[in-house]
Nanobody, 124 residues
């Protein structure tokens, strides 16, 4: 079964950190652009960060630049998102996604594979 499974979400105080993981099974991420997206109920999905298949190119939403870092470990078939200096406005459901096309994933927010999401709540 081809799937992406996120983990690492939870409740954290403002200013705190979380590390999200996204593990792929049933396929290898080597040839895929992969990324993180987030969505608050009632609002549109927002692209958070993307990384190219070779890891050389990354993209971040302006709202998370300097605070979030995306990385991939193809040996472990896993994607990560290190989130520091978290703010209440970062509260959302976070999803990982994978697609062979950088443009399709990181510009059009379309993907062959999506995870089920992990919830992140930033609150005191």
């Amino acid at each position: 079964q081809l799937q992406l499974v996120e983990s690492g979400g939870g409740l954290v105080q403002p200013g705190g950190s979380l590390r999200l993981s996204c593990a792929a099974s049933g396929f290898t991420l080597d040839y895929y652009a992969i990324g993180w997206f987030r969505q608050v109920p009632g609002k549109e999905r927002e692209g958070v960060s993307c990384i190219s298949s070779d890891g050389r190119d990354t993209k971040y939403a302006d709202s998370v630049k300097g605070r979030f870092t995306i990385s991939r470990d193809d040996a472990k078939n896993t994607l990560y998102l290190q989130m520091n200096s978290l703010k209440p406005e970062d509260t959302a459901d976070y999803y990982c996604a994978a697609d062979p096309s950088w443009f399709r994933l990181c510009v059009r927010y379309e993907a062959d594979y999506w995870g089920q999401g992990t919830q992140v709540t930033v609150s005191s």
